[in-house]
């Protein structure tokens, strides 16, 4: 967590400020405020929440992780595919095809949603239709319902937000922990700050 983080658990109506290694579950939401960062990792896949983001697990089980990207900004570095990865946004589904590195972001008031993919391969579903999404590509999907239209371009060069997505990637990769713990286990590349 970097910045003013709030945590929503699911069926509770109050925000809190999210705190480090909190289990999530289905329903739990976490907004980054403006200037803010949040990572979030589950089995063999670490979400990185951009400023101005709205996250939720819509569905969290062995077989399934569904997420809602309501606005804003998110990395997905999928070092393996444990369960089926998917995200939601107000106008696209993205299901993750193969291990990689992947970013989505998306407003909803102008109904756009920037599908990137940087290695790795995913599938884009909407109302009108699905359409693959290749490394070094980028989608750009357009409007609602049944007025869904989409591009597909290569992919752009890398912002902030992509280099500290990938300075925390290189963290969990190359970080002695790994040697030594199962990439498996959730959080075990916290262990590298302690020696």
């Not at 920037?114 to 391969?121: D, F, K, L, Q, S």
Request: no cysteine; hydrophobic share 35%.
């Amino acid at each position: 967590v970097e910045g003013s983080v709030s945590f929503q658990p699911g069926g509770v109506n109050d925000w809190v400020p999210a705190t480090i290694n909190r289990p999530l579950t289905a329903g739990d939401q976490i907004y980054a405020d403006p200037g803010a960062r949040a990572e979030i990792h589950v089995p063999g896949t670490a979400f990185r929440l951009g400023s101005q983001t709205a996250f939720e697990f819509m569905n969290l089980d062995d077989r399934n992780v569904q997420v809602r990207l309501s606005e804003g900004t998110l990395n997905i570095h999928a070092l393996r595919l444990d369960a089926n990865v998917e995200i939601d946004t107000p106008n696209l589904a993205f299901q993750i095809v193969r291990p990689g590195v992947y970013r989505i972001d998306t407003n909803p008031n102008t109904n756009e949603t920037y599908v990137t993919v940087r290695n790795g391969e995913g599938q884009v579903t909407s109302n009108t239709g699905a359409f693959p999404v290749h490394m070094r590509e980028q989608a750009i999907v357009t409007g609602q319902d049944q007025q869904v239209q989409y591009n597909v371009y290569q992919a752009p060069g890398f912002d902030e937000f992509d280099t500290w997505a990938t300075s925390r990637d290189r963290r969990e990769v190359r970080g002695p922990s790994a040697r030594y713990v199962s990439q498996s286990m959730v959080g075990y590349e916290d262990l590298d700050e302690y020696g």
